[in-house]
């Protein structure tokens, strides 16, 4: 079971007493300031939620083909990191908007989250589900479609903290074309030790909509995606992901997200865990900020 239905419950019912604000006008759920700054991070993991189970999905027989560092964007927005191209550097037309006379170094900090010049013209409000469709701006899955990396500076507003299962989310209804490739803004968290860089496998899956109520899942490996973690919210880093490296075009249904922990520079000093239900001394969680398809075209019925 999801551990934060029971949370947006309880927060819900305090609508009333509570002044209720979203952040760009499009995040649609209340939150404490720090809900998700204080206590173990296990206590906050998203878990459970498979929108396709109990559905009809077929998959290929074969095994999901596993791509190297070469096959995908991994780092900041425009720094390359790790040997491997920038986001930036792949998808040059899905970062539109630079500041004069700089390089944006700290596109999460409050300067660029509250700066008017600049919205509609970076790649989340632009390219953003709910942006464009306002279909996607409604429940928790909002939080990922609404191109909002801070929400008034504050990372606890924006975010999915993953456990290594991680979930399935079908779209409100599907997309015709999905464009270029899928864009992810994520970090890890972890809450013991300091930052570091933590190698997770992810598993990366679009579901296809058959119709008739049937669904084809495609999934592809991508190898060592190194994720900046530490117990505070700095270093995201931007996963561009083209969407040559899948035969399933469209339309698009929905997409699932998991992930196999695999080397942490901790691991020899503390037992950590990136599953919900293990006990350990500490957990690890993939954080994930956003997710959107540039060039994606709106959906059919």
């Not at 660029?112 to 942006?131: I, N, P, V, W």
């Not at 503390?270 to 959107?292: D, P």
């Amino acid at each position: 079971m999801n551990r934060r239905n029971g949370c947006l419950l309880a927060l819900s019912l305090l609508v009333p007493a509570l002044s209720l604000t979203s952040c760009m006008d499009r995040v649609q759920e209340l939150y404490g300031e720090d809900e998700y700054l204080r206590g173990p991070l296990v206590d906050y993991y998203f878990t459970g939620r498979d929108d396709f189970e109990g559905r009809e999905v077929r998959a290929n027989d074969v095994l999901p083909p596993v791509i190297g560092e070469d096959g995908y964007a991994l780092g900041d927005m425009d720094k390359a990191a790790h040997g491997r191209p920038s986001p930036r550097d792949l998808f040059p037309e899905w970062f539109s908007w630079m500041p004069e006379g700089g390089t944006i170094s700290a596109y999460h900090a409050e300067a660029h989250s509250m700066e008017q010049s600049y919205l509609g013209k970076d790649f989340g409000r632009t390219a953003s589900l709910s942006a464009k469709d306002p279909s996607f701006a409604d429940g928790i899955a909002s939080r990922i479609y609404d191109g909002q990396l801070s929400c008034h500076s504050y990372h606890s507003k924006a975010f999915l903290n993953l456990d290594q299962d991680g979930m399935a989310l079908m779209f409100p209804h599907a997309i015709e074309e999905p464009g270029d490739g899928i864009l992810m803004s994520l970090r890890g968290g972890s809450d013991v030790g300091g930052a570091r860089d933590v190698s997770v496998s992810v598993n990366l899956t679009l579901y296809l909509d058959l119709g008739e109520g049937t669904y084809f899942a495609e999934t592809v490996v991508l190898e060592d995606v190194l994720l900046h973690t530490n117990d505070g919210g700095e270093n995201v880093s931007f996963l561009a992901v083209p969407m040559d490296l899948f035969e399933t075009k469209g339309p698009l249904a929905g997409f699932g997200l998991s992930y196999e922990y695999r080397e942490d520079p901790l691991s020899s000093e503390y037992e950590i865990s990136a599953k919900a239900e293990e006990k350990t001394e500490g957990h690890f969680g993939l954080l994930l900020y956003e997710f959107t398809l540039p060039g994606w075209t709106l959906g059919i019925s």
